[in-house]
């Protein structure tokens, strides 16, 4: 929700709207992992990670930036691109972009800012 949204009062989205979009993205997932070990974003492991979450260029660099500032260790890093895939995934997006990895970023606890 963006702030002007929050300031124009614009109405909630419905429990049935959310579950419909949880339910496509799921479907989205089990497609791309049929005839894997996997069944969603958050069971990839590192090579699932480097198979399945892709960057866009933009996004490539941002995460370079986001690895060295935040110090992330390499498990700060999968679990990061794991959400980052997700939030793709609702976007209806076959490639992570710059936008995914910044909400993804946001997401994030403060203390895990270094691990």
């Known amino acids: ?3 002007q949204e929050l300031e124009e009062g614009e109405e909630n989205e419905d429990s049935k709207t959310i579950r419909g979009r949880v339910e ?18 958050g069971d990839l492991d590192a090579e699932g990670v480097r198979r399945f979450c892709r960057l866009d ?6 995460m370079e930036n986001v690895y060295a500032h935040l110090s992330l260790s390499v498990r700060g890093y999968h679990r990061l ?12 997006e076959r ?13 994030r606890k403060p203390e895990e800012g270094i691990e």
Do not use: P, W
């Open 1 to 3: 929700v963006t702030f």
């Open 24 to 41: 496509r993205v799921r479907t989205v997932q089990a497609e791309r992992y049929r005839n894997t070990r996997y069944r969603f974003n």
């Open 57 to 62: 260029g933009a996004a490539e660099k941002l």
């Open 81 to 92: 691109l794991k959400v980052a895939r997700t939030i793709a995934d609702m976007d209806g």
């Open 95 to 107: 490639e992570i972009l710059r936008r995914h990895l910044s909400e993804a970023v946001c997401y």
